[in-house]
């Protein structure tokens, strides 16, 4: 009964969640202990998971499509693996790094909702489901934005939250709208019943409505205002998430699962997203190479690599999906990698400004360690892993024959490449300033997650070709074969 | 047909007021407006003329029941998507405190300290 | 101790609004509290059901606060305890969802249903609810508190 461990992976973060919010009234600090044991279980239990053959699981005994259904697909997995490590590691780091903050078990019961969301999200089976995990997920990260309110936290997270809302409004539009044309919500239903979208006008509408919401929670422009504000505001734990995780889960992985299983991937739109990629690749970059702000300079980068992983998706082929959801799985890891270095600056020298930074090799080395490996690997230079993606994504390009979108992608590695030598320029090397003669390394739990990231990053540019075949291949199957996810839910044909 | 063009109309309104006015309470009342109107939306699609509610009572025949009471699970859907509506406006009430008593203000155009 | 504090808030003549309000407001919150509970108990069979029969025992509390004062309300459920049912009703609800999975699916209905139409039907439906409405009555009321409570402190602040 491997199948079991499907609810939990939703279940056991929100019961942990609760368990942190009632004892956390008469014991403060139960967040720290129990917060990384429930990351832990759900960590090994998307390890079980990814040994499981692809399956369904009913909630409460009734069949889909009148009840409720996960479904565990390639896709499904890689995500799981993803969200559960990023979100394992960040929590690890939290453990020191909320320890200043008062209210620490309201931070651990948040962010666990927001893990046990994005798992929902995953693995939801139906599109109603899919909106309540991401609204999950969603308030969670809303409230752990302003989580340190102060001025301009809050600032950041009212943008956010109200960009958020009107997302998630527009999702449940083209939810009713899907709803109107279908009679049913169930995803695999919703594919038998919808034949080709491009002949059904509200189809085509509801399409558009969704790639409206699920865009701008991925942060594509131009639906991006939201999110350099949103994710350097946020202590770094939670930008890490952020930036790491929860525009993957809620908006590409959305995104992903709407287009190609719901609808058939028509062509028209799978162009869209390919330009909504494009553009956001180019604007992300040069919106970045002005930043002196480290985290902020972070929260553009993203936008940037998210419109890799868009233009990888976009193109269609079997080539580009599987160099897109490797994009995805590197950007989370080096720029929660990078997200969590800026943190341990920030917590050492007091500022993210990169002008009163100089010189921290010496001082802060395990720091400075994790901050080149994730450097290194967003510019794409081998042998770190975004060098690989990046190559694949520019080749599948050029295979099918989206030569301007080539050599976009191309001009903007090297920008990326210009921006990271900036960083390391005005962070690591030069003179020590005088203020910073005392500073010491950040404790062992924040070291650990940083190393450990940095060692990943590392790992799977070496292996990227085992990591291929073992992962992003079946995702992509799962991705391309809607019959098989139709039949596999509603058990028609075998 | 009238319906729905009064709900986008609703609709419209909503996005109106969250777009052009500035003081944030304002704001938060056109983000209700929105939801609300898309919650009118999924009720009216699962709505039948003249159909009845949909809760059978003792003697009734399901089959004949089925053919007359509107659709259900809409409004299952709406009461789940008002209850994330009233989490949303909870958080934006405490978000509008917070920012009132650090900015000292209600009018968003004031409240801009992040640049770039 | 805890009565003849309430007693003696109750009698304050310059807590709360006036006495035409207060004596309306002490008949009918219990009434209010009656209705909210029988619309959770009865949600399976009728229209309602936790969260509806949640936010009428909300509205109870809400309209004592509002009727005699904030200070009584906080003696008869301190926002503490609001806190604390909050999240007992949401870790009932957590808890059948995996007493189920011990029958096989989580949240399986692993009750007797009952006869259809009587009060004791529907296996572990009606818990749900009752969970449901602990949740959201302790929940809306929790907030109400909470943005009261600071808003005060925000205004008294500026003075």
Redo the contacts between chains.
Sequence with gaps: MGNIAMPLTVAIPMLFAVLILVTGKFWRGVGSYLGPLAAFIILYLSFVLLGVKDTTYIMGGWIPPIGIVMVLDGLSKLMLIIINGIAFFSIIYAISYMSKYTAQFKFYALFLLMVAGMNGVVLSGDLFNLFVFLEIASLASYALVGFGVESEELEAGFKYLILGSVASIVILFAIAVVYNITGTVNMADVANTIGNPMLNKAVIFALGLFIFGFSLKAGLVPFHAWLPDAHPSAPAPVSAMLSGVLIKALGIYALIRVTFSVMGAPTEILSIIMWLGVVSTLVGVLLALGQYDLKRLLAYHSISQMGYVALGIGLGTPEGIAAGLFHMFNHATFKSLLFLDAGSFEQSTGTRDLRQMGGLMKKLPITSIGTLAGSVSISGLPPFNGFWSKILIIAAALASKQYLAAAIATFVAFGTLASFVKVMRFSLIGPLPKIYQNLKESPFSMTFSLLALSIICLISGLFYIFLMDSLFYPATNAILKQSAYISMVLGIGG | MLLYILNMLVFGLGLYCLIAKRHIIKKIIGMVIIEYSVNLFLILVGYRINGIAPILSPGENPIVFSQVAVDPLPQALVLTSIVIGLGTLALMAAYSIKLYEKYRTFDMSEINRLKG | MKKEKIKELIEDPNLGMTLIVKTVARITIALILLYGFYIIIYGHL??GGG?AGGVILAIAYTLMMLAFSRRIALVKLSD?WA??WD??G??AF?VI??V??GF??????FLSKGK??SLISAGIIPLLNLSIGIKIGAA?YA?FI??SI??RL?LE??E
Excluded at chain 3, 104 to 109: A, K, M, P, R, T
């Design positions: 009728t229209p969260f503490f806190s604390i999240n007992i949401m870790l957590i969802g995996f189920g999975l096989g699916y989580f949240l399986f209905n259809p139409f809306l907030i909470g943005l600071y808003g925000v602040e500026e």
